[in-house]
């Protein structure tokens, strides 16, 4: 089994920003993409951004200046580093990892809990 542990959310002034982590544990060969996505209330997930394990990286448009993301392979953990905050970013953000148990294994999809980001306007 694999663990996805989502950290940084809260709440902040629009303009401000935060950093969020997520560190993956368990039985883990190799990790793919890992990525973020996010959810408002009443809304469907969206991806927010995602790096795949040769760094190639996608963003959704809304978030394409303003947040970045990393990931450090040692670590098993991805970042994103949201700046100019704005109220619309307000949501629940899920940590979401391809990970190999083995080398004999195709890549799985995991999940973190959420992190839930509140920007205030």
């Known amino acids: 089994q694999v663990q996805l542990v989502e950290s940084g959310g809260g709440l902040v002034q629009a303009g401000g920003s935060l950093r969020l982590s997520c560190a993956a544990s368990?039985?883990?060969?190799?990790?793919?993409?890992m990525g973020w996505y996010r959810q408002a209330p009443g809304n469907q997930r969206e991806l927010v951004a995602r790096?795949?394990?040769?760094?190639?990286?996608i963003y959704a448009d809304s978030v394409k200046g303003r947040f970045t993301i990393s990931r450090d392979n040692a670590k098993n953990t991805v970042y994103l580093q949201m700046n100019s905050l704005k109220p619309e970013d307000t949501a629940v953000y899920y940590c979401?990892?391809?990970?190999?148990?083995?080398?004999?294994?195709?890549?799985?999809?995991?999940w973190g809990k959420g992190t839930l980001v509140t920007v205030s306007s």
């Open positions: 790096i795949t394990s040769g760094s190639t990286i």
């Open positions: 979401n990892a391809a990970v190999r148990s083995s080398y004999a294994t195709n890549p799985m999809d995991y």
């Open positions: 368990g039985i883990i060969f190799s990790i793919n993409a």
